[in-house]
């Protein structure tokens, strides 16, 4: 049996939305990162597709989602390079704006292979997109037939706009919340999902832990379903509102339930796992609430370091997998070890794009089954 007749059908619908960031990347790779005033060589050079947005509607593309994307370029070359890739990889760019004048958005990122980490000086594209360059006609198109909508906070001002017209049509949001920018608190009081960065839980709710602060943006943001907060190398923890309120008589405090489940994990595992609490839990935080849910640890696939290239992008890749796995209607328990799965995968290739898996892609099948 082939690797492509052995995955489940698609999910019937598999239209997503994504408005954000686009840029092209410039990733140089380097022995080791410069010191002030070094003049040094890179050992590799690559030009490609990048952006949140850009990159995590990728990641759904291979995956067989239907993406359409909303942002903005400029005539120029750069430009012209973004929506011929996006559109090379099944991404529909029909509502992107281009502007004749300014220039596209571009990145250069400063790829250090003895530490395995990376370094993006960014220039935004200019001139900035504004709401009115999208056409209501355009946005109501946009939306119609979407299964989600995703944000990466970037292009705040048409966000909101667009998050406003999702909201009315009741299509539920995802938001990629990085760290605190404009725009941000206007997009989490509409979302049903937040994907968030190791540092953005406690930034935004000046809570002190991130199993507490996750608690804390249950609390403070009603519509919420699920957080998820990815740890890289760690794993991930997901926060999972229930869909009836559980028994007030007895509370379960989110730091020791973490700790517990970390006592579960098996160091010896080198694919993704899931752990998950018992369901329908009230879990507390000291001084902030409780909230009826259960809470998940995912842990991330053991790559060697021989086989880390670059691990830009993997943040998105792991979006798209989420994307794919809540138009699926993958259970929680299944979704993280596929989008670390995913995320896992990009790490293994220079650039964002240039290593995320197809749906067909052999690794993947234990994950889709």
Known sequence: MSASSSVPPLPENRVVLGCGAVSVDYLATVASFPQPDDKIRSTSLKVEGGGNVGNALTSAARLGLTPRIISKVANDAQGKSLLSELEADGVDTSYMVVSEGGNSPFTYIIVDNQTKTRT???????PPMVPNELSQS?????????KLVYFDVRLHETAVVVAEE???RKIPILVDAE???EGLDELLNLASYVVCSEKFPQAWTAVSSTPSALVSMLVRLPNLKFVIVTLGEKGCIMLERSKDEAPESKETDVEILVESLKQRIDGNSIMPTCLSSLPNLRISA???GAVSGRLLLGTAEKISPAEIVDTTGAGDAFVGAVLYALCAEMPAEKMLPFAAKVA???????????GLPRRTDPCLAPFLL
């Open 138 to 146: 355009s946005l109501f198109s946009s939306l119609d037939g979407a």
């Open 166 to 168: 999702a909201s009315r």
């Open 179 to 181: 760290r605190k920018r």
């Open 120 to 126: 993006c000086i960014h220039t935004p594209g200019y």
């Open 344 to 354: 896992a995968a990009g790490c293994r290739a220079l650039g964002a794009r240039s």
């Open 286 to 288: 000291d001084g902030i």
